[in-house]
């Protein structure tokens, strides 16, 4: 039965909540913490929400959105003041590499992924995509390319505010 209450929980360790990215579970998922970084959260089976363990990005300005990727089991975190994406796994929460792109793009913000590539909003309206098949290999993700995804809005895509990917 579905209650009437609403169940708000307050985690003291949870300084300045971002956004949510669900992992392999509906009771699992990363909130990205521009304070520390990020946290893993658990869904009790009462319903409250613990944090399983906090990941301290240090080198991070603004930790702001992030995306899950199933083969490898990570997350892919953004900074939105910096031009790096943040790889964790999403096993034990250790930061498994960084990689830089592209510093004329300002910074990233949304991302997705589409098949085997993250594809990261910048701030300026560019997107930087990333090849990241070889991850789940022990491997490293690579920038492939930055481009305008509106070329002929005179070199700016600030409309764009959001990025998703669809695969057949």
Do not use: H
């Not at 669900?22 to 944090?51: E, Y």
């Not at 305008?148 to 695969?167: E, T, V």
């Amino acid at each position: 039965m579905v209650s009437t209450d609403a169940v708000v929980t307050q985690n003291s360790g949870l300084i300045l909540d971002f956004s949510i990215t669900f992992g392999s579970s509906d009771f699992d998922f990363l909130l990205t913490d521009p304070a520390i970084g990020a946290d893993f959260l658990g869904v009790s089976s009462k319903l409250m929400v613990d944090v399983d363990r906090p990941i301290n990005i240090t080198y991070q300005k603004a930790t702001c959105w992030s995306t899950y990727e199933p083969v490898a089991n990570t997350v892919y975190t953004t900074d939105a003041a910096q031009t790096n994406i943040t790889i964790i796994s999403a096993v034990d929460g250790s930061i498994i590499d960084t990689v830089d792109f592209d510093p004329s793009t300002e910074g990233g913000l949304d991302s997705t992924i589409g098949g085997s590539n993250l594809f990261v909003l910048t701030q300026n309206g560019m997107i930087v995509s990333v090849d990241i098949s070889g991850v789940a290999a022990r491997g490293k993700a690579r920038p492939i390319m930055v481009f305008d995804p509106q070329p002929n809005a005179g070199g700016s895509a600030s409309s764009l505010n959001g990025l998703g990917a669809w695969m057949s």
